[in-house]
């Protein structure tokens, strides 16, 4: 559970990457605004997948309160899921 957790926080920084540095810049730059909505909608579903994917880990107690509530506010963090990649990491390992 937590190998996943940190495989789909990885995928989902790498969304925001594309999002930010590729659709964005073709939205405004080459006038190609579907770029944005085509990786912005997958950008969305990766987030939902992974908040509920925190709380199945919290709710089966595979991690503790405070660690799920940081990488929950961290979700809303550009790059916020590899802020606790250490810790998931070293949780994932026990």
Do not use: C
């Amino acid at each position: 559970m937590i190998q996943n957790l940190r495989r789909l926080g990885l995928i989902e920084a790498v969304s925001f990457l594309l999002l930010t540095g590729v659709a964005m810049p073709l939205k405004y730059y080459a006038d190609k605004p579907e770029a944005v909505k085509i990786v912005g909608t997958a950008h969305g579903a990766l987030w939902v997948l992974y908040i509920g994917m925190l709380g199945v880990a919290f709710l089966t107690k595979k991690l503790p309160f405070t660690l799920a509530f940081l990488l929950g506010v961290g979700s809303v963090l550009p790059f916020g899921p590899l802020l606790f990649e250490k810790k998931l990491k070293a949780l994932e390992s026990k």
